[in-house]
């Protein structure tokens, strides 16, 4: 879900997300890496959530993927935001009971 929160914002490349994923959430996620993130990207281009284009890379003369989301990808993410609204709504009723209790004792 993240993933694919940080490619319809834009389209982008791995590296960049990376650097979005290690800036933003590394003290609570951990760090992300290349051998994690790559596979998952792969996976979601075979899945149809993403497609790539290659244009070249202007540093070192080679070439960049850059990703953005597809019709499925955009479904399916309104899709997994809409799960985790719900899902947060319920965890957090179970916390702050928790939280009741806890005052109460």
Known sequence: MILLCLIARKETYGYEIITELNTGSAAVLGYAR?????????????????KCRIAPATANGGCKKYYSLTEKGRET???????????????????QKCALKEANI
């Open 77 to 95: 993410l309104l899709e997994l935001l809409s799960f985790w609204d719900d899902y947060t709504v319920c965890v957090n009723g179970f916390i």
């Open 34 to 50: 290349e051998g994690t993130v790559y596979p998952i990207l792969y996976r979601m281009q075979e899945s149809g959530l993403i």
